[in-house]
T-cell receptor, first 111, second 113 residues
Framework: RKEVEQDPGPFNVPEGATVAFNCTYS??????FFWYRQDCRKEPKLLMS???SGNEDGRFTAQLNRASQYISLLIRDSKLSDSATYLCVVDPAGGGNKLTFGTGTQLKVEL | EPEVTQTPSHQVTQMGQEVILRCVPISNHLYFYWYRQILGQKVEFLVS????????KSEIFDDQFSVERPDGSNFTLKIRSTKLEDSAMYFC???????????FGSGTRLTVV
């Protein structure tokens, strides 16, 4: 089983749609979880941390289910500018020494 | 907004040559990292650095790789004898608390020919 697994997509959605991405991780002892965004040939940029209680930042909502080792990201009211690859990222040991990245899910928002 | 600066943005080198990739982390950050991303593949951890020593390194980070913080601002990655398979985008990152997530630099694209 891969350490962090994501559906590669692409997800092609119309502007204004709601889209959800899922991710599973293999190490049940993992401590911290993040969603990063990566534009083509650019660096990853932190979108949001993910907490067990769930958290929201504007149009973005992240959820963590530790029992199922499952992380999700929901994007509401998609914009053209949301087109990017969304990376599920896990910190296995906590403390930030090392991040494990998924391969990413590509999102294309269309007119 | 503070940023991590990497130079050069693109480097082409011949197989077997040494390369040094340079990074200037955010000034008040204490934790530094190198990651790489081979074209079309996932971002992979190479090494973390704190308090002037390596905190953790991956299997990729073998004897051909080394890191250094030669002064108060720069953080470098050296590859002693490059191989074709070292061709990748190398990202430097820094963090003030580690577990809050990192800020990545814009990367150095290394092409080994």
């Amino acid at each position: 089983r891969k350490e962090v697994e994501q559906d590669p997509g692409p997800f092609n959605v119309p502007e204004g749609a709601t889209v959800a991405f899922n991710c599973t991780y293999s190490n049940s002892a993992s401590q911290s979880f993040f969603w990063y965004r990566q534009d083509c040939r650019k660096e990853p940029k932190l979108l949001m941390s993910v907490y067990s209680s769930g958290n929201e930042d504007g149009r973005f909502t992240a959820q963590l289910n530790r029992a199922s080792q499952y992380i999700s990201l929901l994007i509401r009211d998609s914009k053209l500018s949301d087109s990017a690859t969304y990376l599920c990222v896990v910190d296995p040991a906590g403390g930030g020494n090392k991040l494990t990245f998924g391969t990413g899910t590509q999102l294309k928002v269309e007119l | 907004e503070p940023e991590v600066t990497q130079t050069p943005s693109h480097q082409v080198t011949q197989m077997g040559q040494e390369v040094i990739l340079r990074c200037v982390p955010i000034s008040n950050h204490l934790y530094f990292y190198w990651y790489r991303q081979i074209l079309g593949q996932k971002v992979e951890f190479l090494v973390s650095f704190y308090n002037n020593e390596i905190s953790e390194k991956s299997e990729i980070f073998d004897d051909q790789f080394s890191v250094e913080r030669p002064d108060g601002s720069n953080f470098t990655l050296k590859i002693r004898s490059t191989k074709l398979e070292d061709s990748a985008m190398y990202f430097c990152a820094s963090s003030d608390r580690g577990y809050y997530g990192y800020t990545f630099g814009s990367g150095t694209r290394l092409t080994v020919v």
